[in-house]
C-alpha cells in the first residue's frame, strides 16, 4: 500500500504561480511512477504530468507543456507540480497519483494505482 497526500493548492489570479506537493508514504520501494491529474466539475478526471520514479524521465499534457514542471525529491519521497502562468481553464481538483508496475502509457488514470484525497485549484480574478 501507498498512501499519498496532497498540499498546495489555494486561489490565484492568472498568470500566476502555485505549487503542488504530494507527499507518499507506506511501500514507497514499490513506486514506479507518480503523476498528477486533474478534474474540474462536470469533466472526466485528465492527464497533467507525470514522472518515472527509476528514470526520473518527465511527461505532460500538451495544454501544460512550457507551464507546469514535474519534479521528484527521492530523498523526501516527494512529488511537486510547479504551475506557472496558470488560466482559468486549470482550475480544477489535482489528484497525485502513484503505481507500482512500468507502462509505457502514462495518461491514462486506469494505469495508476493509488490516489491522493485531491487539492483544489482555483485561477480567478
Known amino acids: 500500500q501507498v498512501q499519498l497526500v496532497e498540499s498546495g493548492g489555494g486561489l490565484v489570479q492568472p498568470g500566476g504561480s502555485l505549487r503542488l506537493s504530494c507527499a507518499a508514504s507506506g511501500s514507497i520501494f514499490r513506486i514506479n511512477a507518480m503523476g498528477w491529474f486533474r478534474q474540474a466539475p462536470g469533466k472526466e478526471r485528465e492527464f497533467v504530468a507525470a514522472v518515472n520514479w527509476i528514470s526520473g524521465l518527465t511527461y505532460y499534457a500538451d495544454s501544460v507543456k512550457g507551464r507546469f514542471t514535474i519534479s521528484r525529491v527521492n530523498a523526501k519521497n516527494t512529488v511537486n507540480l510547479q504551475m506557472n502562468s496558470l488560466k482559468p481553464e486549470d482550475t480544477a481538483n489535482y489528484y497525485c497519483?502513484?503505481?507500482?508496475?512500468?507502462?509505457?502509457?502514462?495518461?491514462?488514470?486506469?494505469?495508476?494505482?493509488?490516489w491522493g484525497q485531491g487539492t483544489q485549484v482555483t485561477v480567478s480574478s
Open positions: 497519483a502513484s503505481r507500482t508496475h512500468y507502462f509505457s502509457d502514462y495518461g491514462s488514470p486506469r494505469k495508476y494505482d493509488y
